[in-house]
């Protein structure tokens, strides 16, 4: 009996030992799969973009909803006392005084986030830019700032540190003029205790489902920059690749 149940634990062991390989190799595609796939949600939050700083803000409004006829005849002028004209004054001072504070707690709010939320700070001198960049390229961050893409290079180390931004209509605005980085051209990021330099090596016009630009060479300190392209209506992605200057 014991030699029956030996047997059949050597008769277990090897089938473990044959099929280990295989369902390791099983499992690194599922994981591979997995990355590919939230490589590529991230990407897609670039091509939604927006088109204006209302849009950025959710403040716009739409001016064919105010009828001007409508708006002319409710408006009656009448004289009004003195008294009745400082009540109303005061009633605007408090109002505008509410505003302000609803502002300024909002700025608060925002300022806070991104100051927990931060991998460092982006800039490149050539255009102008110099932005925080956010941990996760989610649709909230990506509306604030540049993000980093999760699951990519780790900034200052071997791999490929990705970033993506939007570009919209507004110059100057995010990755905006990243089409006028060339080669040699510097980026820098700064996390509060160390400097990071690199120098462009690279820029490329690829498909959106054209991932592959996020994996690294297991060799060097990369970086990567994405954004939409064209601005207007965009079909590609731009992509700026760097490495590191020690």
């Not at 510097?186 to 490329?204: A, H």
């Not at 060097?220 to 020690?246: F, Y």
Request: negative net charge; hydrophobic residues 35%.
């Amino acid at each position: 009996m014991k030699r029956k149940i030996f047997s059949t634990m050597i008769i277990l062991a090897g089938i473990i030992i044959i099929a280990y390989p295989k369902a390791s190799e099983i499992y690194q595609n599922y994981r591979q799969q997995k990355l590919m796939e939230e490589w590529q949600q991230s990407l897609s939050i670039i091509d939604e973009g927006y088109e204006n700083e209302e849009d950025l803000y959710g403040i716009g409004i739409d001016s064919t909803d105010i009828n001007a006829d409508e708006v002319e005849s409710d408006v009656i002028f009448t004289e009004i006392s003195l008294e009745e004209e400082k009540r109303l004054r005061r009633e605007m001072l408090k109002t505008e005084q509410l505003e302000i504070k609803r502002l300024e707690r909002e700025k608060k709010q925002r300022d806070d986030y991104i100051k927990n939320n931060m991998d460092g700070i982006l800039e490149i001198e050539k255009i102008n830019l110099k932005l925080p960049i956010l941990r996760g390229a989610t649709e909230k961050n990506m509306l604030i700032s540049v993000a980093s893409i999760n699951n990519t290079g780790t900034l200052g180390e071997i791999g490929n540190y990705a970033i993506a931004g939007h570009r919209n209509r507004t110059y100057g605005r995010n990755f905006n003029r990243l089409d006028e980085v060339e080669g040699g051209d510097i980026i820098y990021i700064r996390d509060g205790e160390n400097n990071y330099k690199y120098t462009v090596v690279e820029k490329l016009y690829v498909l959106p489902e054209e991932v592959w630009v996020l994996n690294g060479n297991n060799m060097d300190k990369e970086i990567t920059l994405i954004t939409c392209h064209p601005r207007i209506n965009p079909t590609h992605r731009l992509i700026v690749k760097g490495k590191i200057i020690e």
